[in-house]
């Protein structure tokens, strides 16, 4: 079954302390992305990666770092988390070049509560 | 960069009733514009696409117009049910710089159908 995971679903952390969600897919798709979703505001990319090594900022990307040493996995790392970072986060892949896609998957989401 | 702003941000509509989402998008080169709809503590689907190159779109009873002039693109449900209950929201499409092409989301609507 083709589809994206990501870990944890859940998480509260406090201010300061390193975390790191992970994605992956089983699509063997080029490009990944990292959305923040708030209410009032949408998604809104914070990075994306058009494949191995290759890794670009999106609108959002302060206080975020991402990793894409494999095709399938794009984590996303919070060095020193905030509780501005309290957001839902969702992981998407495609086959085709960032939103041109009517195979754009997004993962189930992760809630981070930063305190 | 794109800006995507999309009205109304709630609307309910009685069953069976039309409902009509607006969205208007700032840069003229963008080409593609999908909608997503988000069911509660779901992640994101895509539900309807529409490329620049096309005025209108149709599938069963969601169609999507598209206004390149005016810069702006519609949602059209009709015969609206209960279970299109959801947050929809448009996004924008456009090739950045290094080849990838990169998506702005509005920032939803939250339908209500109401039986």
């Known amino acids: 079954e083709a589809q994206v995971t990501q870990n944890p679903r859940y998480l509260i952390t406090v201010t300061g302390k390193k975390l790191t969600v992970t994605c992956s897919q089983n699509?063997?798709?080029?490009?990944m992305s990292w959305y923040r979703q708030d209410p009032g505001l949408g998604l809104r990319q914070i990075y994306y990666?058009?494949?191995?090594?290759?890794?670009d900022k999106g609108d959002v990307p302060e206080g975020y770092k991402v990793s894409r040493k494999e095709k399938r996995n794009f984590p996303l790392i919070l060095e020193s988390p905030s509780p501005n970072q309290t957001s839902l986060y969702f992981c998407?892949?495609?086959?085709?070049?960032?939103?041109?896609?009517?195979?754009?998957?997004f993962g189930p989401g992760t809630r981070l509560t930063v305190l | 960069g794109e800006n995507v702003e999309q009205h109304p941000s709630t609307l309910s509509v009685q069953e069976g009733d039309s409902a009509v989402i607006k969205c208007t998008y700032s840069?003229?080169?963008?080409?593609?514009f999908p909608w997503y709809k988000q069911e509660l503590g779901k992640r994101p689907q895509l539900i309807i696409d529409?490329?620049?190159?096309?005025g209108e779109k149709k599938d069963q009873r969601i169609a999507v117009t598209l206004n390149k002039t005016a810069k702006h693109f519609s949602l059209h449900i009709t015969e609206t049910q209960p279970e299109d209950s959801a947050v929809y929201f448009c996004?924008?499409?456009?090739?950045?710089?290094?080849?990838?092409?990169?998506?702005?989301f509005g920032t939803g609507t939250k339908l209500q159908v109401i039986p």
């Open positions: 998407a892949s495609s086959s085709l070049p960032g939103g041109l896609s009517d195979t754009q998957y």
């Open positions: 699509m063997n798709h080029e490009y």
């Open positions: 990666s058009m494949n191995v090594e290759a890794t």
């Open positions: 840069d003229s080169a963008s080409n593609y």
């Open positions: 529409i490329r620049s190159n096309v």
């Open positions: 996004a924008a499409s456009i090739m950045d710089s290094g080849g990838y092409q990169k998506v702005t």
